[in-house]
Structure formats: C-alpha cells, structure tokens
C-alpha cells in the first residue's frame, strides 16, 4: 500500500533520515521504534509531504506520490495524528471532530462518520459539548484520533499515542488501534514505548540515528537481543 524507497531528509545541513526504505501493506499495523531524535516524525512528516525529500521515492496505493503537496497526499486516503494531542482547545469535542471532516460535503456521510465515533469512544459522546481544552490528557488523545477518521483514512499515521498517559489509558488508546484496524484500516504506528509497538504490530521497522537499523515481524523482534538489550529493558 505504501512504499517509502531509500529516502534521505535534511533539516537544514543536518541529514536526518538516511536511506529509510519501508513497506506497509494493506490491513496491516506496522510500527516505527527508535530512540528520542532518531527520525520517527520526521519520517511520518516526509511520507505527508510535510518535510521534502532529497532524494529516494514514496509510492502509495502504486502512485508515487513524493513531491505533491500535503493536501494533495492527505486527499489520497492518508491521515497524520500529530504527536501532542493538538486539538483545537477553544472548541467543543463535536466542533473537533466536525473540523475533521470539513472536506466532507455529504452530510450523511459525516453523521455516519460521526456515530462511528462515539461507538469507538463513547467518552467523548458523553463530552461532546464540552470544550476540547477541558478534557484529561488521554480523551484529549482519543479526540485527536477520532478527528483523524473523520476523513476516513485508508492509512494512519499515528505520532506517539501513548505518550504522557497513563498506564490504563494507554491500554484504551491500544486497544482503539486495534479496533480501528479491524475495521480495515491500516497503521504506522510510531511508539518510543517498543514494548506496546512490538505487542500491537504485525512487522515493526527499529530507527536508530536516522537508519533502519532492523526491521521484522514483531514477534521475532521481540526475542532479537539486540532489540531486548536497547529497548526492552
Ligand atoms: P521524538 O520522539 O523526540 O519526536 P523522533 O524519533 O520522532 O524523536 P524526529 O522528531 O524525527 O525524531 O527528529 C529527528 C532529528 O531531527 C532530531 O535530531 C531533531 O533534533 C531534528 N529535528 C526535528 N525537527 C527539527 C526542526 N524543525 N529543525 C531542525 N531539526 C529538527
């Protein structure tokens, strides 16, 4: 479904990823691991067209589709939840998610979206009037995640979903991943929690300074000892 093809990208003079090359196929959760600054966002950026590329291709859906503009490649069925839960603080839940599907025209389509949404979160249903910015810091994630699908991606690019969260609300937000994949949606998931990413993956790519350093199922990974030693202990 995408195919990232030895891509490199700077930040100024500074090369951040190196040769990245990864697949995701269609249905799949694939996971990003790696140390603070290896590149895991800057790579979820350069797949969006948020960061450009100097070199190497990204194909989607067999387009290639490196070089178009973001909204060109968000149009296509991609959709970035962005590290951070930026929501729009100042707005209730339901203006949050009704912002996610702006682009949709068709009403019906947006209810539907919409009903999908509180099934998925019911918090957020008994919160839709609420402002954004008044929530705890796990429904503001969950909120993210649902403005996210109102666009009805056919791949999500989530940034870190468990960070700052605690332990219980980490399980929900894994567990909604999973759902939101049995409903044939397919994940990059970019976790610094490896133990999570490997348990919820079905392959995982390991980023070490901008490198691929290891990728493979996830639960072969989890027993490499490399990958114990650096990031499960
Ligand atoms: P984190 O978990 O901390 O977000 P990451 O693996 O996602 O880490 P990136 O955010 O992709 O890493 O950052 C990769 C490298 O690029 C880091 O060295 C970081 O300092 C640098 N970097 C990130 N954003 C910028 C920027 N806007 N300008 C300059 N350098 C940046």
Known sequence: MLEARSINTYYGPMHILKDVSLTIGQGEIVALI???????????????????????????????????????????????????????PNMSVLENLLMGGYLVKNMSLVKERLERNWTLFPRLLERQNQLAGTLSGGEQQMLSIA?????????????????????????????VIQEINDMGKTVLLVEQNAYLALELSTRTYVLETGRVALDGVSLELMENEHVRRAYLT
């Not at 100097?54 to 589709?65: A, L, P, W």
């Not at 403005?147 to 609300?169: H, K, Q």
């Open 34 to 88: 790696g140390a603070n600054g290896a590149g895991k966002t800057t790579t979820l950026r350069s797949i969006v067209g948020l960061n450009t590329l100097k070199s190497g291709e990204i194909h989607y859906k067999g387009e290639r589709v490196d070089g178009l503009p973001t909204h060109e490649i968000l149009k296509r069925g991609i959709t970035l939840v962005p590290e951070g839960r930026r929501v729009f």
């Open 147 to 175: 403005r996210g699908l109102m666009s009805e991606p056919d791949l999500l690019l989530l940034d870190e979903p468990s960070l700052g969260l605690a332990p219980i609300l980490v399980e929900r937000v894994m567990g």
